[in-house]
């Protein structure tokens, strides 16, 4: 049914520099409209502009129809579910009830550097290493979260991703691995002088 409130799933998702959060989205139910306001995971925004899979502004995106939006707060992550609402006041409200997920990441422990990490794991005093994943587009994000998700460190120490997005390395970021002792790992992103 193409006349009720869309409904759909994130395909891809970056940090453009000239135009911020950019999501590529798939209706799958309803029709999505320029001005719609969003919840797509834990970000929400008002769809500002749409552009189809041929790079054409558009103004509303029907059943099946992948649209590249933009307007959003932050970046969503790929396979996130978006829904529009009636008002952006709703959309901010119930987006703000689902980042709760992040408050539960934020631990208080100490900080420690490599060098301190591969001391703990000769000694044997450590069997997880911390990782939070900054790259520049969702689906390397995502692919270096299962790789790393995957390795041993000599038999007995596993790599615990905490936290895997897009966008360059920020200040929020410095502290959550400041307070899970975490080592951030950025993939083709340069991060500024003062992080």
Same mark, same amino acid.
Do not use: W
């Given at each position: 049914?193409?006349? =009720?409130?869309?409904?759909?799933?994130?395909?891809?998702?970056?940090?453009?520099?000239?135009? +911020?959060?950019?999501?590529?989205?798939?209706?799958?139910?309803?029709?999505?409209?320029?001005?719609?306001?969003? $919840?797509?995971?834990?970000?929400?925004?008002?769809?500002?502009? @749409?552009? !189809?899979?041929?790079? @054409?502004? %558009?103004?509303?995106?029907?059943?099946?129809?992948?649209?590249?939006?933009? +307007?959003? !707060?932050?970046?969503?992550?790929? +396979?996130?579910?978006? @829904?529009?609402?009636?008002?952006?006041?709703?959309? /901010?409200?119930?987006?703000?009830?689902?980042?709760?997920?992040?408050?539960?990441?934020?631990?208080?422990?100490?900080?420690?550097?490599?060098?301190?990490?591969?001391?703990?794991?000769?000694? +044997?005093?450590?069997?997880?290493?911390? $990782?939070?994943?900054?790259? #520049?587009?969702?689906?390397?994000?995502?692919?270096?979260?299962?790789?790393?998700?995957?390795?041993?460190? #000599?038999?007995? $120490? =596993?790599? !615990? $991703?905490?936290?895997?997005?897009?966008?360059?390395?920020?200040?929020?970021?410095?502290?959550?691995?400041?307070?899970? !002792?975490?080592? %951030?790992?950025?993939?083709? %992103?340069?991060?500024?002088? /003062?992080?």
């Amino acid at each position: 049914n193409p006349n =009720r409130k869309a409904r759909g799933i994130v395909l891809e998702a970056q940090l453009d520099k000239g135009r +911020g959060p950019v999501a590529t989205l798939l209706v799958q139910r309803g029709t999505l409209q320029t001005g719609d306001s969003v $919840v797509v995971g834990t970000s929400y925004g008002r769809v500002r502009k @749409m552009t !189809n899979d041929r790079g @054409m502004e %558009i103004k509303h995106a029907e059943p099946s129809c992948p649209v590249e939006i933009i +307007g959003l !707060n932050e970046v969503p992550r790929a +396979g996130d579910v978006f @829904m529009s609402y009636d008002s952006y006041k709703k959309a /901010a409200e119930i987006a703000g009830r689902l980042d709760k997920q992040i408050e539960k990441e934020r631990n208080s422990t100490s900080a420690m550097s490599l060098e301190d990490l591969a001391k703990k794991i000769d000694e +044997g005093d450590v069997q997880e290493i911390n $990782v939070l994943i900054k790259a #520049d587009v969702q689906g390397s994000a995502e692919a270096l979260k299962a790789s790393m998700e995957k390795l041993e460190v #000599d038999g007995n $120490v =596993r790599i !615990n $991703v905490i936290r895997s997005t897009v966008g360059t390395i920020t200040e929020s970021d410095i502290l959550l691995a400041s307070a899970s !002792n975490a080592i %951030i790992y950025g993939f083709n %992103i340069r991060p500024s002088a /003062a992080i």
